[in-house]
C-alpha cells in the first residue's frame, strides 16, 4: 500500500536527520475519509504531523492536466465529467511544483495548505474552454 511506503520514507528521514519535510497530499485527506485515495494521504498526513518533524503538507485540489481523463479517447470532441454541475478551482502542477519548491526552501509557514486555481470553473465551461484551445 502506497500509505505504508510512504509512512516508512517518513521514519526513516527522521532516523536519517531530516528536518522538514514537504508532501504532497490531497485536498480532502482525513484517516476517515469514505474515499480510499483520501484516507490513504490522511494517513500519511497524519503520521507526519506525529513524527514532530518540521512539515508542509500541500493539498492541491484538481489539477487542470487531469481534464485530459474525462476525454473518452486523446482527440474525442467532448468531455465526459462526473460532474454537470458544481465548480473546480482548478490548479496546474507546474503552481503547485512552484509551491513545493518554495516550501522546501523554508519561506512557507508550517502545517496544510489547500492549492486551488484562482478561479472556478463548471465542467461545461471546461469544456468550451478546451474546444477554443483545441480548435
Not at 503520521?47 to 493539498?59: K, N, T
Not at 481534464?67 to 503552481?95: H, S
Amino acid at each position: 500500500r502506497q500509505d505504508l511506503q510512504a509512512i516508512a520514507a517518513i521514519t526513516a528521514a527522521k532516523q536519517a536527520g531530516v528536518s522538514r519535510i514537504v508532501r504532497l497530499s490531497a485536498m480532502l485527506a482525513e484517516p476517515m475519509q469514505a474515499d480510499h485515495f483520501a484516507a490513504q494521504h490522511g494517513r500519511v498526513d497524519a503520521e507526519l504531523v506525529a513524527s514532530g518533524l518540521e512539515h508542509v503538507i500541500l493539498r492541491p485540489g484538481f489539477f487542470m492536466q487531469s481534464i485530459a481523463l474525462f476525454l473518452p479517447k486523446p482527440d474525442a470532441p467532448r468531455l465526459i465529467a462526473p460532474v454537470p454541475t458544481g465548480r473546480v478551482a482548478m490548479v496546474d502542477a507546474e503552481d503547485v511544483a512552484e509551491a513545493a519548491i518554495v516550501a522546501a526552501a523554508g519561506s512557507v509557514a508550517p502545517g496544510p495548505h489547500y492549492l486551488t486555481g484562482s478561479e472556478a470553473f463548471s465542467f461545461p465551461e471546461m469544456a468550451k474552454a478546451y474546444g477554443v484551445v483545441r480548435g
